[in-house]
């Protein structure tokens, strides 16, 4: 079967006036994303798209109109983790169904110090009541938002014991040392950090890619740097895109990623956020465009630095 892999986009989510998701916008933006924007994959409905400030009926809703576009969803995985098991199982069955490549699941994120064996218990509370038959999961291990960790011994049961539907993870912990561990312990499992800085490091440590937020706007140059990592013109197109990382980071992330993502697509519908997030303010949208200026992102904007799928050097980097 095949397995999802490489430059993958957490992409964000696009909304009306009102805040329900803006079907069309989001349509285009995976298309974009998969073509022009260089990823290989996307992951829809994630942290970076808002998930857990939608409704489970507004989160079917995406997953039915990007499956109708004739999108192409053996290179998708959507979030489907919530609180509650129930609204879980519904996500994760919907996503299945649909015909996503996976679902990425969060652990239950509420109640706090649970411990390894009942985050086993539930996750296979969820495969039982989902059906393991065509189910893929990717657990998603960001403890600083959810309060509720992956453990490593956790992960490694639910692998073994489940080796064709637990079959990877998204480490947006920022730790690559557990991500490392990971990969050296299951060698079949997909293991994804959330850096494009990772992606240099693929074939030593066994990543299978990387799941980033700012993959939405620099896609192209960390698919130059995934396909070139032993060329100096493919570091420096990883170190690009991770200066234009950090410079998003020292902002409210998913704000910044949106206002960057409006001026990349010349669209400012892109920049709206759903409560409790804030969009950026005058003075942080002026202080950021003035550091990015100072990045590669202009001649992003401008359409430079094509993916090279073909393995033609980038030289306009």
Request: contains cysteine.
């Amino acid at each position: 079967m095949a397995r999802l892999g490489g430059v993958i986009a957490a992409a964000v989510t696009p909304l009306r006036d009102g805040l329900s998701i803006d079907h069309e916008r989001l349509i285009d933006h995976c298309r974009w994303l998969l073509s022009d924007g260089g990823c290989d994959g996307i992951n829809l409905l994630g942290t970076t798209g808002e998930a857990t400030s939608l409704s489970v009926e507004q989160r079917i809703g995406a997953m039915k109109a990007v499956a109708k576009a004739g999108l192409p969803l053996d290179r998708m995985m959507v979030g489907t983790g919530a609180a509650a098991l129930d609204d879980a199982v519904r996500l994760t069955t919907a996503a299945r169904n649909f015909g996503f490549m996976g679902a990425l699941l969060l652990p239950p994120f509420y109640y706090k110090g649970v411990d390894a064996e009942s985050l086993v218990a539930y996750v296979e509370a969820l495969i039982e009541r989902t059906g393991a038959s065509g189910l893929r999961l990717y657990l998603y291990h960001i403890p600083q938002n959810t309060g509720v960790p992956y453990p490593t011994d956790a992960v490694r049961r639910l692998h073994e014991r489940h080796p064709d539907v637990v079959v990877g993870l998204k480490d947006s912990a920022g730790d690559l040392a557990y991500s490392r561990e990971l990969c050296r312990w299951l060698p079949a499992f997909d293991v994804f950090p959330s850096s494009e800085g990772s992606l240099s490091e693929m074939r030593s440590s066994g990543f299978a890619g990387c799941i980033s937020a700012t993959t939405n706007l620099t896609g192209r140059l960390a698919q130059f740097g995934r396909q070139h990592p032993d060329s100096e013109e493919g570091r420096r197109a990883i170190a690009e895109a991770l200066a234009i990382r950090q410079v998003l980071a020292r902002y409210p992330l998913v704000a910044a990623v949106k206002w960057a993502v409006a001026r990349l697509r010349g669209d400012p519908a892109f920049e709206r956020v759903s409560p409790p997030l804030r969009p950026l303010s005058a003075s942080e949208k002026q202080e950021l465009a003035e550091a990015l200026a100072a990045t590669r992102f202009p001649q992003l904007c401008a359409g430079g630095f094509p993916a090279d799928r073909a393995g033609v050097a980038m030289d306009r980097l």
